[in-house]
């Protein structure tokens, strides 16, 4: 339940950073700061899989397993895309410890 809840506060937490990166009338992309943002770049995607991953760890049903998995997949490749992204859209300007999808590592 625990991981359930970290991966939901995450989840909510970058989603609230990045509904708050322009002021009204700005336009343009900026990079998210802040949370999990230190650490990866699809943080309120990783938050996500977190979430349905502690799902899944606390029912301990085949369904909810199968769920968790197709999450990591499908939302494991837009943590990369959103990475290389990045990467392309800001170059040397975007933070060089931020990773694709699992903090410190990859």
């Known amino acids: 339940s625990a991981l359930f809840a970290f991966g939901m506060a995450t989840n909510v937490h970058s989603d609230y950073i990045l509904r708050n990166l322009r002021r009204p009338g700005e336009t343009g992309y900026k990079i998210p700061q802040g949370g999990m943002f230190e650490y990866i770049s699809g943080a309120n995607l990783w938050g996500e899989v977190v979430e349905w991953l502690g799902f899944a760890i606390a029912t301990q049903t085949p369904g909810a397993a199968v ?38 590592v990859w």
């Open 67 to 104: 769920f968790s998995l197709f999450c990591l997949v499908g939302i494991g490749g837009r943590c990369v895309a959103t990475h290389g992204w990045y990467l392309r859209k800001f170059g040397d300007a975007y933070p060089q410890q931020r990773r694709r999808m699992i903090p410190f």
